[in-house]
């Protein structure tokens, strides 16, 4: 991996692990949850001829923008759930899935995702919908 270029905020624990069990990595792979990239940067090192990219957070889109030039055309962008990854690909070589809510969205207390720092209780990976706040209240 492109250590220089990784998120220092996100380190992808399992991607030794993947990669070892999934070598050689080819064709066109599905990272469903995009996030910071680690894994979807992980793959295309590693030899992924395409990528499809999958996260409904536009934050995470908007971090791609800033390392997705390097891999020339080798990745697609989708922003959307995972669960409708059907919708944007199909015949792909392999999916990863990093699930659950990630340090992106628990370091920024204004996310409203966080138990440790003051913000709005919002708990939205995009905009859309109501916020955790209007469910509750």
């Avoid at 996100?10 to 990272?31: C, F, K, N, Q």
């Avoid at 889109?61 to 990745?75: C, N, P, S």
Wanted: proline residues 4%.
């Amino acid at each position: 991996m492109r250590e220089a270029e990784q998120d220092p905020r996100h380190i992808p624990v399992l991607l030794d692990a993947i990669l070892e069990r999934v070598s050689p990595v080819t064709g066109t792979w599905i990272d469903g949850t995009m996030g910071a990239g680690g894994y979807a940067r992980g793959l295309l090192d590693a030899g992924a001829e395409r990528l499809i990219c999958i996260d409904r957070d536009p934050l995470a889109h908007e971090m791609a923008k800033t390392w997705i030039d390097a891999y020339e055309g080798r990745i697609e962008l989708h922003q959307t759930v995972f669960s409708k990854m059907d919708e944007v690909a199909q015949g792909v070589d392999g999916v990863v899935l990093d699930l659950g809510v990630s340090s992106m969205q628990l370091d920024e207390a204004e996310r409203g995702f966080s138990f440790q720092g003051d913000g709005p209780l919002d708990m939205r990976m995009s905009q859309s919908g109501p916020s955790a706040a209007e469910l509750v209240n």
